[in-house]
């Protein structure tokens, strides 16, 4: 999701080291050659004790040495070995001075005097709970967000913030109490956004401030949703009161528009069909007749007028 930073954003700090690649070699060679050298080393000791005890002192002692020397040597070479899942990296350092990351699956060697710190690099998912938060007019809402974000630097993740995965949780809720307190959940201008009625857009901006949150932990942001969004339960009663009067409005205005067109056209063809005469008084009467008919919310009962509209 590509959006601008907004405007009232926080300002993070510049990051102090950003993601470089770290030299590293294919693992199935250096562990070949660290098998060769261990059998090697193993084979020196065994002949070089086999010498010392045969009375070849000095040349089996030599090689003795030599061969546990070639073991030990083999054995802290290979503690350079590393098994990197797909989805996953390491970030390597060297007596605590960053030195890369291995982000190439599989089985890679680096220097064994090197630390590696496990990461994953995978798209993950954080719910938040259920916020009870203020809108912009005041009235208590409940709403919750998920988001999907994946850690895009590592050494931001791994050295700009403590803990990467609770500072995402953490500028999360923050951003969503923002968020929420900015606009209303139901605007009552048409040209104002609202949480409810502008979903879209308020998602966007809701992405952008997220984006600039976790931008200094490494952290890019996928996708963000409100997975609920509600009035509180103390005024959820009152509110749902106050849109369905305005529902009952809206339907009413339709239906008195409606009706005036219906009158309209009956009148006109009356006119023009000329089978009958109308004047001031009795159009007035047919009117507010077929208005009541048309607009009332229960069924007519007829009237028999025996007499004269004039008696």
Known sequence: MTTDQPTDAPEMPAPEVRETSAHSIPGGLALLLGLIGFLIGVGATVLGGGMASDGQGAAGITLLV????VVIGSVFGMAGLNMVAPGEARVVQLFGRYT????ADGLRW???LTS???ISTRVRNHETAVLKVNDAYGNPIELAAVVVWQVRDTAQATFSVDDYVEFVSTQ???AVRHIAIEYPYDAHDEAGLSLRGNAEEITEKLAAELTARVSAAGVTIVESRFTHLAYAPEIASAMLQRQQAGAVVAA?????????????DALAR?????FVELDEERKASMVSNLLVVLCGDRSPQPVMNTGSLYQ
Request: glycine content about 12%; hydrophobic content about 35%.
């Open 66 to 69: 030599v061969g546990i020397v």
């Open 100 to 103: 890369g990351t291995i982000r």
């Open 110 to 112: 680096v220097n064994p």
């Open 116 to 118: 590696r710190t496990k």
């Open 172 to 174: 999360t809720e923050a």
């Open 252 to 264: 009413r205005q339709k239906i008195v528009e409606g009706a005036c067109g219906m009158v309209e």
């Open 270 to 274: 009356i006119t023009a069909q000329d």
